[in-house]
């Protein structure tokens, strides 16, 4: 069931993903970086993937989105190049896809690290698409909390754990560092 959009542009959706087959934006549902609102204040981007960003539809992964509105698996060196953050639906996402990137938000899934604690800033980790907590020097940092801590029994220190986000600005800790916001 799609959800509840406020003054979208007729045909936007963000429980879709839409085949593309080139990375230029070509047979773009809607002009890419268009920003929908939802209802419950959850606020969306259309982007194009990058690379392939979900093989699957339970690991919803974090990506870095440059100013071309493509998208790749979040990393740190991404986020210190000033690339805002965003969230994967819950869908599988093959290369050039385009989809709805979540920007801002409550009550959605993100993958985290395992060792990641309730209500601290998530910050960038080792693992591309995988946000994590705790403090590491090189890491950038976002305004996005996990609601319930991670599990640590989790196989593979892959864990989905629901998240609340604010506007999504990059910040490096301790030192100088790229910020970027999305509209």
Same mark, same amino acid.
């Given at each position: 069931?799609?959800?509840?959009?406020?003054?979208?542009?007729?045909?936007?959706?963000?429980?879709?993903?839409? #085949?593309?087959?080139?990375?230029?934006?070509?047979?773009?549902?809607?002009?890419?970086? +268009?920003?929908?609102?939802?209802?419950?204040?959850?606020? *969306?981007?259309?982007?194009?993937? !990058? #690379?392939?960003?979900?093989?699957?539809?339970?690991?919803?992964? &974090?990506? @870095?989105?440059?100013?071309? *509105?493509?998208?790749?698996?979040?990393?740190?060196?991404? !986020? #210190? &190049?000033?690339?805002?953050?965003? $969230?994967?639906?819950?869908?599988?996402?093959?290369?050039?896809?385009?989809?709805?990137?979540?920007? @801002?938000? @409550?009550? $959605?899934?993100?993958?985290?690290? !395992? =060792?990641?604690? !309730?209500?601290?800033?998530?910050?960038?980790?080792?693992?591309?698409?995988?946000?994590?907590?705790?403090? +590491?020097?090189? #890491?950038? *940092? $976002?305004?996005?909390?996990?609601?319930?801590?991670?599990?640590?029994? +989790? =196989?593979?220190?892959?864990?989905?754990?629901?998240?609340? &986000?604010?506007?999504?600005?990059?910040?490096?800790?301790?030192?100088?560092?790229? &910020?970027?916001?999305?509209?």
């Amino acid at each position: 069931m799609s959800k509840v959009l406020v003054g979208a542009p007729i045909g936007a959706d963000v429980d879709s993903v839409t #085949a593309g087959t080139t990375t230029n934006g070509e047979s773009s549902p809607l002009q890419l970086g +268009t920003v929908v609102n939802g209802a419950d204040g959850t606020r *969306y981007v259309l982007v194009q993937a !990058a #690379a392939a960003l979900m093989a699957s539809t339970d690991a919803p992964n &974090a990506v @870095a989105i440059d100013e071309n *509105y493509q998208a790749s698996l979040m990393t740190t060196a991404l !986020a #210190a &190049a000033g690339h805002g953050l965003g $969230f994967c639906p819950q869908l599988v996402i093959a290369d050039n896809d385009f989809f709805w990137a979540r920007i @801002a938000g @409550a009550n $959605f899934n993100a993958r985290v690290e !395992a =060792s990641a604690s !309730a209500d601290a800033f998530l910050r960038t980790s080792a693992t591309a698409g995988r946000l994590g907590s705790g403090s +590491t020097a090189s #890491a950038v *940092y $976002f305004p996005v909390v996990l609601v319930v801590a991670a599990s640590a029994s +989790t =196989s593979a220190g892959n864990s989905v754990r629901e998240v609340m &986000a604010g506007q999504l600005v990059a910040v490096r800790m301790g030192g100088t560092g790229a &910020a970027a916001t999305l509209p």
